[in-house]
């Protein structure tokens, strides 16, 4: 399978712990997404990179949240003194740079916070 | 008020029925728009998209844009109950300077034998 995958599916952690998700995108694909998804609510945008270069950030992805993509492939998204409020789906998408209209997303990550 | 609404729904349907989904926006620098489907847990699907206002058809889906309502609509022909998921409308500007879609809330579709 070539497309978008994320690790792990589901994650429960306790207040206050620190949590890391990753994401490998689709191979020839330069620009990686992170969007975050609450029940009854469509994806929100968090963050994208194109190549290694983070460009954008929205004004969701607090001081907590830090992500990295090193050498422009695989992604991370870290979250530090999870909160109740940060239980969501964590989706990431990638697409070309020249088609983000064209955004595949991978199967996300399930994040529980007790 | 959010810039794309979306009828969160449930809409149940029988089995063979057209079903007719919309979106509204408020943005008029979007450019592209596109049909996600979404089944429960899992990430959004990518079923089509559309560059400004026209029809665009793929087998039983028929998306439709208009911009000048800025209004949007996803046809399906002969639903099928394996159509049943959430349907989320998304939006982008013009891609040499837009990065990040906006989404509508979707609307959850039920089809029925």
């Known amino acids: 399978d070539t497309g978008v995958s994320q690790d792990p599916r589901h994650k429960i952690t306790k207040r206050g712990q620190n949590v890391t998700f990753r994401c490998d995108p689709i191979?020839?694909?330069?620009?990686l997404y992170w969007y975050r998804q609450t029940l009854g609510q469509g994806p929100e945008f968090l963050t994208y990179f194109q190549n290694e270069a983070q460009l954008e950030k929205s004004r969701l992805l607090s001081d907590r949240f830090s992500a990295e993509r090193p050498k422009g492939s695989f992604s991370t998204l870290e979250i530090q003194r999870t909160e109740q409020g940060d239980s969501a789906m964590y989706l990431c998408?990638?697409?070309?740079?020249?088609?983000?209209?064209?955004?595949?997303f991978g199967p996300g990550t399930r994040l529980t916070v007790t | 008020q959010k810039e794309v609404e979306q009828d969160p729904g449930p809409l149940s349907v029988p089995e063979g029925a057209i079903v007719s989904l919309n979106c509204t926006y408020s943005?008029?620098?979007?450019?592209?728009f596109m049909w996600y489907r979404q089944y429960s847990r899992k990430g959004p699907e990518l079923l089509m998209y559309?560059?400004?206002?026209g029809n665009k058809e793929d087998g039983r889906f028929t998306a439709q844009v208009d911009k000048s309502s800025k209004y949007i609509s996803l046809f399906i022909r002969d639903s099928q109950p394996s159509d049943s998921a959430t349907y989320l409308c998304?939006?982008?500007?013009?891609?040499?300077?837009?990065?990040?879609?906006?989404f509508g809330t979707g609307t959850r579709l039920q089809v029925t034998l």
């Open positions: 943005n008029s620098a979007f450019q592209y």
């Open positions: 191979s020839e694909h330069n620009r």
């Open positions: 998304a939006m982008i500007g013009d891609t040499g300077t837009a990065s990040k879609l906006t």
């Open positions: 998408a990638s697409s070309l740079r020249e088609k983000a209209y064209e955004q595949y």
């Open positions: 559309t560059y400004s206002s």
